[in-house]
Nanobody, 117 residues
Framework: QVDLVESGGGLVQLGGTLRLSCTAS????????LGWYRQAPGKTRELVGL???????EYGDAVKGRSTISRDFAKNTVDLQMDHLRREDTAVYYC???????????WGQGSQVTVSA
């Protein structure tokens, strides 16, 4: 079992910067990646970014080039910074931990992010 606690989000300015942080605890030895996903109303959940145990990073196409994800392996945290925010970045953002051996996802509680002028 892995628990994920998110912080950050809320109302953010159009064109501004979003910062999210997630702290993981529990059976971290079973986890292959930590990252962030998001789900906008009426849309499917999509990848924002993730960092694997090997340090490889993947970004979703919608945020590539304006997002930075980082993982602190000692503290079991994963942070996301997203710049040049757009209205379509409005969504619920979820921290994710993935166990690739059992193909199991763990999710945070979700953080609402609303981009507004």
């Amino acid at each position: 079992q892995v628990d994920l606690v998110e912080s950050g989000g809320g109302l953010v300015q159009l064109g501004g910067t979003l910062r999210l942080s997630c702290t993981a605890s529990g059976s971290m030895s079973t986890i292959w990646s930590l990252g962030w996903y998001r789900q906008a109303p009426g849309k499917t959940r999509e990848l924002v970014g993730l960092v694997t145990n090997g340090g490889n990073i993947e970004y979703g196409d919608a945020v590539k080039g304006r997002s930075t994800i980082s993982r602190d392996f000692a503290k079991n945290t994963v942070d996301l910074q997203m710049d040049h925010l757009r209205r379509e970045d409005t969504a619920v953002y979820y921290c994710n931990a993935y166990n690739n051996r059992h193909r199991e996802d763990y999710w945070g509680q979700g953080s609402q992010v609303t981009v507004s002028a």
